[in-house]
């Protein structure tokens, strides 16, 4: 290999030599990106490319809509539309559905999509061996059957509410037999873009797939650029190397692109509930009353606008406030030092006691982290700061479950089932709640399954499990000149097709 | 080239030359006559060079310079430009240490062209370079070689050559010799000394060393510390020399020594026995094999008690290494030393009893002592070699040693820069006698010394020696100096003693070639 | 002389050796399970223990070394936990980023010292000296991440003139790699280059003191032309060494400058690589860039034999 | 023979003007940075949102950062940091490498050969490459900034203690005390030792400085300080983001190292200049004639 290097890097110096003319043409301004042509940033790259078979939200945020595409798919709103699936029957008891395929549809690589390719994308995700990150998604399926070519049944075990926007997501996107394996690499969908080349380190490009059965799309190209450094993220969006920051690492800045109209700044909502996360079972965070003391002591303002400088919402339960279910309980534990204290000595701690916090690299973690350690100074908690990378945090906190406190958000849409286990980092075990999350899946009628949910919002936020801190914001970036960007995301993803450029 | 001896090639008047405010020539005003040998001597710092490089142009840029020197009748340009066409083709220059002086990563051939270039340009140059070389002795293979390549004599030819390119009116010569060993020496200045005749060539030839001077100079400026305190014909600076500081130097040229009590040597004191010791060549993990060099090859010798035994050889001969063997700073690949029925030889480390035994006194009084370290804490370590001393004992001892050598021991508290070389080399050899040594090894005691002080040093070891019954094994290459000191002489080259005989008897009657030679290079008085 | 080469080059081997042992067994006394990290939080411990047989991590240690070394020399470091692709291949594809963005650090470096080292010596003590030095002063103290961050606000934030890293491969488009890398490459060489001066300057001071250019001056060049002709190249000796020591801190570098532009550099990678805790690759990418400084060193080493005369005889 | 005179470097030292100048400004920021020990104007562990970007005012002479916090308190305790990871870097630096280049000199030899091609070794290592290899053992901290920039350190005092060691040894008075049958150690420690110790005082005066630029530029790309604790760099970094709307709040830092570094580099430039024998050639030109 290191013949090789070499050998090409004597090809490079020849290079070097023949364009030194060229170095004439470095300074002058590289050519307007087409109107067809997108470059967006993301801050993570992801480890590959399968959406099927990793957690990583940077796969989601390149190949979901664009690349692969399941039965239905969840709009900017959180809707869930016909995909490849155009209409599905639902069974009178909710447990079995039929879909009706699309017509024409072929994979990037020229094969044919059809029923098969389905029955083979379910029973691998259901496969024990399975390697993908929602497992929960599919073992609820009992059995999944082609009827004929164009359409297939899907059968469940039980009712489920959400099934048809769980098979919506990126972990359910349909890929063929053929090109499974491959997809890590090479991925190949039934998408309106192609993969076209990984520049690892670097970037994916796509380009628009001239075969795709669906609405037309106007972009021809995208670029999604890799930069994990908000400063770089910063000058690249102002240098004009990028068209847009779909997700902008650096809130702070926002102010700079606000009051420039070569851009426009889009606030939305992510699923992403930032929580104080509290390991219930260590003591004293095993006491409610200490845990009350905590939610008192803490000034959501104050954290939103220091960590995310003023973009996010208060939240004071684990539930997004976007969410027609979602009722308000920031006021069930006001701010409120003296009670804190108050509490916090009847838990038998009139001096506070000593802990520690492990903060994940984000800078909601890492700021929102000393922030709260100022404000529970307040009530004589003394916190030390422990800063992780994700790999320790997942091993340390999240397997090990040795930790005191950190800070996260949880960015699974609905997710409020993660307090029925008993299992999950937070060691929160509560029989009621398992029961009335068992009751909430079951039920499939709208009325009653809201009904459920705000007492589990209820349930959550006077348990005080854990410190409840805002809503993550979408805080995206672009070309003012940009339209059909995702404001929302209520799902991880970069819905290329309907992004044009307007004049 | 038409000349005139009558007038002055070079003409000084009132120079003063500062640095910073230190003055480094005060008031120097003397002139040098078209096609005379004109010599400038000065011990160090007196500013003799600084002289030269003035006449030259070539003072460093820190230098303040008032006073006016006129060459061929008119003062020398301030101008770099116009100075540096003077230079070369009126005034050629040789230096001291003809290494530093040549460019290490140029041919020497191409260096001796580019001077020629300078005042000839392309024309037939290759005839010039061959016509140059002949005269300066060296052969044509030389041509290619780099500095390093050459010994020190070829590369002070080859300045020579660089030198004599521009076929200048005056030569000057600073210290020209003093890098080189004594054969060397004798062919260099004769060698100038011919060349100046056949070219009618003016020069200023700079020296330390009045034996030298006077055997090229008609005439001689005597410099110090910046002041030029007389100028007269050789003549008669030795025989009526009007100066104070002008006596010393010629009565320490004579080298006159108080004589020598006669001294009885008895037993055998100290035997060395088929000494070798040779020298691995080549870096670690290397692959190159080179023979090893043997610097001392099958030594033996014997030296009586209370006698002064001299090892005289050209440098390189090894007589270095043997000494450092005698006293255990070296080991010998074979061979042993017997001191009093003790024998070592090959141990890394001496046993006390016959390290006490054993001192050695340094060729250079400058770096002997640790700077930082008082005089009476350096002449103290050896102390560590007698057990069980008591304090007073150790300062009485110490005491004792300082004056010996005539000086005060309030001096034992100061450090070593408060004192002048010949007292350093005074505190040197307290320091060897702290433990009362049997056997003494002095390398190269007065040559790092100014001449002035030579002879007082070389009497007080005389002293010593029949005071406290030293034996002296006395290094050098000077056959003058120890012609005076030593009962015996060993002649040694090229790792082996090849000759020992009796001072005055080696000098009538020399065996071997080297002898010969060694005293051929000495360059006599003859005044 | 050939023999001081193969001498050279048996140094270099034995201290890749070296290398290796001490980076293999620092990494090894890590915390963590590969295999556990490969296969995830919910991994049943059978499969875990499956691929731990599978990675060879059950062999005693030595043999794990061995079996790495070896590897090493077949360039085989192998395959990256997180990306899962083999180390090799990714170190490979990063050095076309991170060689080119030193090198030309390096070219600009030399361009920029030197010439103002030789100026500043030149005017040794009058007003264009002391400019100078202030400026390499200056030059040494900012540190090179921030002088990166304000040539980005300048040229490519205000003037619009050059990307802010934004690294298209070499085969797509030469020139806006070669574009990509201009800015980079400046703020890496910036403190190099005003160290170069410094020393350069200090070299050709030392040189002009030196007695053959005396001697040069006697033979009746100018002061100037001395210097020039003599003293330069022998000012050049020390430099290369620093060179040599300069391209290692300037490979070393790019891990910092790689994360203000947004390059696709090996230091990029070793960040990700520790962040994410895969220490296949960041062992595969630290004897990677100890090779290439040790190899970086050896060339200088050699090329200093080939040009000084005094080395090219010696044993 | 200019650096064998024993005198009071200090002393001498203080009359050449860029020293001066160079050794009052880092003691300027080194006072302000042990007085944070005992004292800030603000506490820097109280963050006040409230009152963030706060401009120049009495209560806040440099204003406040994001967080609230004080900047003349923030660049204090920062300095403090810097100070102390570089600092303690060249403590390291010097009780390790210094022994190891004075047992390389003193023995020579096969031990001297592998000592050295070690240290040259290490010597091609940066700081950077170190912090790798302990950031990805032990996690980023100020503590394994300050222990790779130590390692580059080891190897910068062992090469110059190893150089001056050689070149006094050549000197006679070295012979001296072997004669008097003192080990090679004892030789190191006691005759060696002090007469090089001006060199390496001016060395460790170039590694306070790299050491300070080191350390930004480890906690710069996280490999150093880590929050709550601050440092120069890591308050660079941290303001980086903010450039465009909040300047001060990254030129601060960035001038207070830039100032430091170069007073630090001039004093250490000055007494260079003191100790080199070169200076000293020009005017005793002539000593050897």
């Known amino acids: 290999m290191f013949s090789l290097v070499f050998g090409k890097f004597f090809l490079l110096f020849r290079n070097l030599i023949l364009s030194i003319s060229v170095i004439f043409l470095l300074f002058t301004a590289s050519a307007l990106a087409q109107q067809s042509e997108i470059k967006l940033g993301m801050v993570l790259e992801p480890p590959h490319l399968d959406p099927t078979a990793g957690a990583a939200a940077a796969i989601d945020e390149i190949t979901y809509l664009n690349i692969f595409e399941g039965l239905t798919k969840i709009d900017a709103n959180g809707a869930v539309l016909p995909s490849l699936a155009t209409s599905w029957e639902i069974s009178d008891d909710n447990l079995t559905y039929i879909f009706k395929l699309k017509e024409g549809v072929k994979f990037h690589d020229g094969s044919k999509f059809d029923a098969e390719d389905v029955v083979f994308t379910f029973e691998r995700a259901m496969a024990e061996d399975s390697v993908n990150a929602q497992k929960g998604i599919f073992s609820i399926i009992e059995e999944v059957r082609a009827i004929d070519d164009m359409s297939v049944a899907i059968t469940l075990k039980n009712p489920s509410g959400d099934f048809l926007f769980n098979i919506g997501r990126g972990d359910a996107v349909i890929v063929a037999k053929e090109s499974a394996d491959n997809n890590k690499v090479n991925p190949i969908g039934t998408g309106p873009f192609k993969f076209v080349r990984w520049d690892r380190g670097s970037r994916v490009i796509l380009e628009a797939y001239e075969n795709y059965k669906g609405d037309a799309v106007s972009l021809k190209r995208a670029e999604f650029v890799f930069i994990s450094d908000p400063n ?97 309980k920031v006021d069930i534990y006001p701010f409120d030092l003296e009670k804190a204290r108050q509490l916090l000595a009847e838990a038998g701690y009139p001096n506070g006691f000593k802990a520690t916090i492990k903060l994940p690299p984000p800078s909601y973690a890492r700021r929102g982290g000393q922030i709260i350690a100022s404000q529970l100074r307040e009530i004589g908690i003394e916190l030390e700061l422990i800063n992780v990378e994700w790999a320790q945090w997942l091993d340390e906190v999240f397997s090990k479950k040795d930790y005191d406190l950190t800070i996260v958000s949880h960015v699974e849409p609905f997710d409020i089932g993660i307090y029925a286990n008993p299992d999950y980092y937070f060691q929160f075990d509560n029989e009621d709640f398992q029961a009335l999350m068992q009751q909430l899946n079951r039920t499939t009628n709208d009325d009653a399954r809201r009904a459920l949910a705000i007492y589990a919002q209820d349930f959550l936020a006077r348990h005080a499990v854990n410190g409840y801190l805002f809503q993550l914001a979408k805080t995206g970036v672009w070309r003012a000149n940009i339209e059909g960007m995702w404001a929302n995301a209520p799902v991880e993803g970069n819905d290329l097709s309907t992004i044009r450029f307007v004049d | 080239m ?63 310079m008032i006073g006016t020197i006129e060459f061929n009748g008119r003062p020398i340009p301030k101008n770099d430009k116009q100075m540096s066409r003077i230079r070369g083709r009126k005034i050629g220059m040789i230096f001291q240490e003809p290494m530093s002086a040549l460019n290490p990563l140029m041919q020497v051939g191409k260096q001796i062209i580019e001077a020629l270039k300078l005042h000839y340009g392309e024309e037939k140059i290759e005839e010039r370079l061959k016509k140059l070389l002949k005269e300066v002795g060296l052969e044509e293979k030389h041509i290619k070689r780099y500095p390093h390549q050459l010994s020190g004599g070829q590369r002070q030819r080859i300045m020579i050559a660089i030198a004599l390119a521009g076929e200048p009116e005056l030569l000057i010569c600073d210290e020209p010799t003093s890098a080189l060993d004594l054969i060397t020496q004798a062919k260099i200045l004769s060698l100038l000394n011919r060349i100046c005749e056949q070219r009618n060539m003016t020069l200023l030839f700079i020296s330390h060393d009045l034996a030298a ?69 080549g870096k670690f993990l290397s692959f190159s094999k080179k023979a090893p060099l043997i610097a001392v090859n099958n030594v033996s010798f014997t030296i009586k008690s209370s006698e002064s035994v001299a090892l005289v050889g050209p440098s390189g001969c090894g007589k270095t290494t043997l000494a450092r063997m005698i006293v255990g700073l070296d080991r010998a690949d074979s061979g042993n030393f017997c001191l009093e029925k003790n024998i070592y030889g090959k141990q890394k480390k001496l046993p006390k009893n016959i390290r006490r035994d054993l001192a050695l006194v340094f060729q250079d009084p400058f770096s002997s002592f640790n700077p930082r370290q008082k005089i009476g804490h350096s002449i103290a370590e050896p102390l560590r070699l007698l057990d069980g001393l008591s304090n007073i004992e150790k300062s009485t001892k110490i005491i004792r040693a300082i004056e010996s050598v005539g000086l005060d021991k309030s001096m034992l ?31 190269e005691p007065v040559s790092a010394l100014d001449v002035s002080v030579r002879g007082e040093i070389l009497s007080l070891l005389n002293n010593l020696r029949s005071e406290f019954a030293i034996s002296f094994l006395l290094i050098s290459h000077d056959l003058n100096m120890v012609y005076a000191v030593a009962d015996r002489i060993m002649v040694m080259n090229a790792g082996r003693i090849v000759e020992q005989a009796e001072p005055k008897k080696l000098f009538s009657n020399p065996q071997h070639e080297i002898t010969k030679q060694l005293l051929a290079a000495r360059i006599n008085i003859n005044y | 002389m050939f023999g001081s080469i193969l001498r050279r080059i048996l140094i270099f081997a034995i201290t890749i050796f070296v290398a290796s042992l001490v980076i293999f067994l620092l990494l090894d006394i890590l915390p963590g399970d590969p295999a556990r990290f490969i296969l995830g939080i919910n991994a049943d411990i059978e499969a875990v223990a499956a691929l731990r047989e599978q990675m060879g991590l059950n062999l005693p240690i030595w043999e794990r070394f061995w079996h790495w070394f070896f590897g090493l020399l077949r360039a085989d470091l192998g395959i990256s936990v997180t990306q899962n692709v083999p180390v090799a291949e990714l170190i490979g594809e990063r050095l076309f980023v991170s060689l080119p963005l030193a090198f030309f650090a390096l070219i600009l470096a030399i361009i920029i010292g030197i010439p103002i080292g030789i100026i500043a010596a030149q005017n040794r003590a009058k007003f264009i000296d002391s400019f100078l030095m202030i400026l390499a002063q200056i030059g040494i103290a900012i540190p090179n991440f921030w002088f990166g961050m304000l040539l980005v606000l300048l040229f490519s934030v205000k003037l619009s003139l050059l990307p802010t890293g934004d690294f298209i491969s070499w085969n797509e488009d030469f020139a806006a790699a070669l574009r990509s890398l201009i800015l980079p490459s400046i703020a890496l060489a910036l403190p190099q280059a005003a160290i170069l001066a410094r020393i350069m300057r200090t070299s050709l001071v030392d040189i002009s003191n030196a007695d053959f250019i005396r001697t040069a001056r006697a033979k009746g060049l100018t002061k100037k032309q001395a210097i020039w002709r003599h003293g330069v190249r022998n000012a050049i000796l020390p430099i290369m060494t620093i060179l040599g020591l300069q391209f290692a801190f300037l490979i070393a570098g790019t891990v910092i400058v790689e994360n203000v532009f947004y390059l696709p550099g090996l230091g990029k990678l070793i960040f990700i690589a520790i962040s994410e805790r895969d220490l296949i690759l960041v062992r595969g990418a630290i004897i990677i860039l100890i090779l290439i400084v040790s190899f970086i060193m050896m060339l200088v080493d050699i090329a200093y034999q080939l040009i000084d005369p005094r080395l090219r005889l010696r044993g | 023979m200019g650096k064998l005179k024993r005198e009071n470097l200090f002393k001498t030292a203080w009359f050449h003007p860029s020293f001066r100048i160079g050794f009052l400004g880092s003691f300027f920021f080194i006072i302000l940075a042990i007085i944070s020990i005992f004292w800030t104007p603000y506490n820097i562990e109280e963050l006040n949102i409230a009152n963030r970007f706060a401009p120049a005012s009495f209560n806040h002479l440099l204003g406040t950062d994001f967080f609230g916090r004080d900047m003349v308190s923030m660049l204090m305790k920062g300095a403090l940091t810097s100070f102390i990871v570089a600092v303690l870097a060249v403590v390291i630096g010097m009780i390790i490498g210094v022994p190891f280049g004075l047992i390389a000199a003193s023995y020579g030899g096969i031990i001297d050969n592998i000592l050295s091609k070690t240290n040259d070794f290490l010597f091609a290592f940066p700081a950077i490459i170190s912090a790798i290899i302990i950031t990805a053992i032990f996690g980023p901290g100020a503590i394994n900034a300050m222990i790779a920039i130590g390692i580059f350190n080891i190897a910068v005092f062992a090469r110059v203690a190893r150089g001056g060691a050689l070149s006094i040894k050549m000197l006679q008075f070295i012979d001296a005390a072997k004669l008097s049958g003192m080990g090679e150690l004892k030789i190191a420690f006691k005759h060696i030792l002090p007469n090089i110790f001006s060199l390496l005082i001016v060395q460790a005066s170039v590694q306070l400085s790299l050491g300070i630029l080191a350390e930004a530029g480890l906690s710069y790309i996280g490999f150093g300080t880590q929050p709550p604790q601050t440092s120069l760099g890591l308050m660079l970094k941290e303001a980086q983001s903010f450039f465009l709307i909040h300047p001060t709040l990254a030129i601060l830092p960035g001038l207070t190292i830039v100032l430091i570094v170069i007073f630090i580099n001039i004093a250490g430039d000055g007494l260079r200049d003191v100790l080199d024998p070169r200076l000293a050639k020009e005017e005793t030109l002539d000593a050897a004639g």
């Open chain 1, 232 to 328: 770089t993220a910063i000058s690249a969006m102002l240098a004009g190397d990028l068209d847009g920051f779909p997700m902008f690492p650096a809130p702070e800045s926002l102010e700079i692109f606000a009051n420039d109209d070569r851009f426009k700044v889009v606030v939305g909502t992510t699923e992403g509930e930032t929580i104080l996360a509290t390991n219930n079972k260590r003591a004293p965070f095993n006491d409610i009353r200490v845990r009350q003391a905590i939610a008192h002591a803490i000034d959501r303002k104050a954290i939103i606008d220091g960590a995310m400088f003023g973009y996010g919402t208060p939240i004071g339960s684990h539930f997004a406030p976007h969410h027609p279910y979602y009722v308000d």
């Open chain 2, 2 to 64: 038409p000349q005139d001896r009558t007038k002055n090639i070079v003409n000084i008047k009132e120079l003063f030359v500062s640095f910073n405010i230190r003055p480094a020539l005060d008031n120097i005003s003397f002139s040098i006559k078209r096609g005379e040998h004109f010599g400038l001597i000065g011990e160090s710092g007196s500013g003799k060079s600084l002289t030269a490089l003035a006449i030259a142009g070539l003072l460093p840029p820190t230098a303040k």
């Open chain 2, 213 to 281: 001077v006077s055997s090229l100079c008609q005439r001689v400026g005597v410099l110090k510390k910046g002041v030029l305190l007389e100028v007269a014909e050789i003549g008669k600076i030795f025989t009526n020399a009007k100066n104070k500081y002008t006596k010393l130097l010629v009565k320490s040229a004579k080298l006159n020594i108080s004589p020598l009590k006669e001294i009885s040597t008895r037993n055998e004191l100290f035997s060395a026995h088929n000494i070798v010791r040779k020298f691995k060549q």
């Open chain 2, 413 to 443: 508290n100061r450090y070593p820069h408060e004192f002048s070389g010949g007292q350093r080399q005074r505190l040197a050899i307290a320091r060897a006698l702290v433990t009362r040594p049997r056997l003494v090894v002095l390398d």
